[in-house]
């Protein structure tokens, strides 16, 4: 693609595992091996122009060798709950990263997303913050996330996703150009109900083996098209809060 901030990682490893990821015959236990994989994969060449710093440190044979450390403060931010297992995968590449978790939801009315929880820690913005979720479609989504990232106080933000609508990629793009995208493929279109074609469905649902057709229920009341996103990057009593002590409806 012409965008200078949007990288596609062509690999043939990559390629062989999203092909597995985007099979429907896919368990949701290969479906989370396969993300994880690809995720490291994706944040190995996300994380390229990380700066680092000189440090020394002693060899086992008593040798002074000048090596090197990572210098920036570095945050993973999965979009709960599909990014979840992207998250395990960015650990396994950077396990000295914070994780800040921000729950979203996309309605299947409107298409616009709602958020439900925000773990953003008061006033510890980081130096690079990787913003992971599976599959960047309108971009809604990611959209909403990056702003509030950015009014947090983030310094430099990175979007990984393994799959994505080239309209919804473009328009990510367009509307942050000061962000950098790493994603495995583009597809060409998205359908009705806005899932990306020929994609890898509701990688939600295909983690955790949930039925597509069911809108969370985990609002405690009113209609979730008449929410809108608070980009303000500040917590509030229906946004947040410990899983621990948040109330949920009854199921119906």
């Known amino acids: 693609m012409s965008e200078s901030n949007i990288n596609v990682v062509s690999h043939p490893v990559i390629a062989h595992k999203l092909t597995l990821l985007r099979n429907k015959d896919t368990k949701p236990h290969e479906f989370r091996q396969l993300l994880k994989e690809i995720t490291f994969y994706l944040g190995y060449e996300a994380t390229r122009n990380t700066a680092t710093a000189s440090t020394d440190v002693k060899t086992p044979l008593g040798v002074t060798f000048s090596g090197t450390k990572i210098a920036e403060k570095i945050a993973v931010i999965p979009i709960l709950r599909a990014g979840i297992t992207m998250a395990d995968g960015m650990l ?15 309605s299947k009315i409107s298409h616009m997303p709602v958020q439900y929880y925000n773990r953003l820690p008061h006033d510890s913005p980081c130096d690079v913050a990787y913003v992971v979720d599976p599959c960047i479609a309108t971009s809604n989504t990611i959209h909403a996330v990056v702003s509030i990232l950015k009014k947090w106080g983030a310094r430099r933000i990175v979007v990984i996703a393994a799959v994505g609508c080239r309209a919804g990629v473009t328009k990510l793009s367009k509307d942050h150009p000061d962000i950098s995208i790493h994603i495995g493929d583009l597809d060409s279109e998205l359908n009705d109900a806005g899932m990306i074609v020929p ?4 990688a939600g649902d295909r983690q955790f083996g949930t ?35 948040s109330k949920s409806p009854k199921k119906k």
């Open 199 to 202: 994609g890898i469905g509701d």
């Open 92 to 106: 396994d590449l950077i396990p000295t990263a914070a994780v800040h978790h921000i729950g979203m939801f996309r």
């Open 211 to 245: 039925p597509f057709e069911e809108e969370p229920d985990i609002l405690p009341l009113g209609n979730t098209d008449e929410l809108a996103v608070d980009t303000t990057g500040k917590r509030t009593r229906s946004q947040s809060g410990d899983a621990s002590t």
